[in-house]
């Protein structure tokens, strides 16, 4: 099983900051990392797939890069909206997995 | 407009079954391949289960084979998790949701149904 070590598990920024937040695989995935944004007490949203590639309706403050075993997202300057918990999803290999999270909170 | 509706959720007793639905509407469902999620109460994500597009493929996560079964009704648009010989550590909210890209990642995500494992 491929697992997901999300970094750092809190990030405490102000609006209009930017946000690095960092997703370390166990083996190589290739580029095969999806990124989501979870709000409390809704459903999770798909930012970001295959590492880099903004998903449908998604702002360009968001991005995401690497390849291989580490993967980022950026946040370029953080929205009052954008204060959430996200993850980073593999499908390189079965089973599917997550990591286990990161929460952006406001400073 | 994409939607995705799990219904079946509840209170269980530990060795219980429970089936879970999932309502699609709003695109073409037998052309997408599906998964459900879940959530325990304050913690990550964890992936269940998937289905192909036609069913015949389907793939469990190692916490839940053997006791939980994915099918699907075409015809009827609707996505299914059967689950039984329920644990506490089965309580969760279940969310089911779309492979939109046809790559494994997942772009429209029902809200969720509850389910509690408990005596």
């Known amino acids: 099983e491929i697992v997901l070590t999300q970094s750092p598990a809190t990030l405490s920024l102000s609006p209009g900051e930017r946000a690095t937040l960092s997703c370390r695989a166990s083996?190589?995935?290739?580029?095969?990392i999806a990124w989501y944004q979870q709000k409390a007490g809704q459903a999770p949203r798909l930012l970001i797939y295959d590492s880099s590639n903004r998903a449908t309706g998604i702002p360009a403050r968001f991005s995401g890069s690497g390849f291989g075993t580490d993967f980022t997202l950026t946040i370029s300057s953080l929205e009052p909206e954008d204060f959430a918990v996200y993850y980073c999803?593999?499908?390189?290999?079965?089973?599917?997995?997550f990591g286990g999270g990161t929460k952006v909170e406001i400073k | 407009e994409v939607q995705l509706l799990e219904s079946g959720g509840g209170l269980v007793q530990p060795g219980g079954s429970l089936r879970l639905s999932c309502a699609a509407s709003g695109f073409t469902f037998d052309t997408y391949a599906l998964i459900w999620v879940r959530q325990a109460p304050g913690k990550g994500l964890e992936w269940v289960s998937a289905?192909?597009?036609?069913?015949?493929?389907?793939n469990y996560a190692d916490s839940v084979k053997g006791r939980f079964t994915i099918f699907r009704d075409n015809s009827k648009n609707t996505l299914y998790l059967q689950m039984n010989s329920l644990r506490a550590e089965d309580t969760a909210i279940y969310y089911c949701?779309?492979?939109?890209?046809?790559?494994?990642?997942?772009?429209?995500w029902g809200q969720g149904t509850l389910v509690t494992v408990s005596s």
């Open positions: 083996q190589r995935v290739v580029n095969y």
């Open positions: 999803q593999q499908r390189s290999n079965w089973p599917l997995t």
């Open positions: 949701a779309r492979d939109g890209y046809h790559i494994w990642s997942f772009d429209y």
């Open positions: 289905i192909s597009v036609s069913g015949v493929s389907t």
